[in-house]
């Protein structure tokens, strides 16, 4: 089994910024890929951004250009940089990692833009 475990998340105005992070623990030989993925209320979850091994990313449109992911192979951790906040962020953030074909989630972390 693999845990992983958000931090970073809060309240932030209009136009802020804020750093996710997701440490990943446990029974780790190769996480394949990590990524982030958030869920409004009312709505479905959603592919905010992922990382492969090989250091290829990929973004939903929606935060394109203003979120970076970055990952530390070494500490098995996943950031995600989300500047320009907008009120449409307002999420919980949930990390996600893939090893051999299964899948493991975070418990997730809120986010709150608002003025």
């Known amino acids: 089994q693999v845990q992983l475990v958000e931090s970073g998340g809060g309240l932030v105005q209009p136009g802020g910024s804020l750093r996710l992070s997701c440490a990943a623990s446990?029974?780790?030989?190769?996480?394949?890929?990590m990524g982030w993925y958030r869920q409004a209320p009312g709505k479905e979850r959603e592919l905010v951004a992922n990382i492969i091994s090989g250091g290829s990313t990929n973004y939903a449109d929606s935060v394109k250009g203003r979120f970076t992911i970055s990952r530390d192979n070494a500490k098995n951790t996943v950031y995600l940089q989300m500047n320009v906040l907008k009120p449409d962020d307002t999420a919980v953030y949930y990390c996600?990692?893939?090893?051999?074909?299964?899948?493991?989630w975070g418990r997730g972390t809120q986010v709150t833009v608002s003025s």
């Open positions: 996600n990692a893939y090893q051999f074909g299964s899948r493991f």
């Open positions: 446990g029974s780790i030989f190769r996480l394949s890929s």
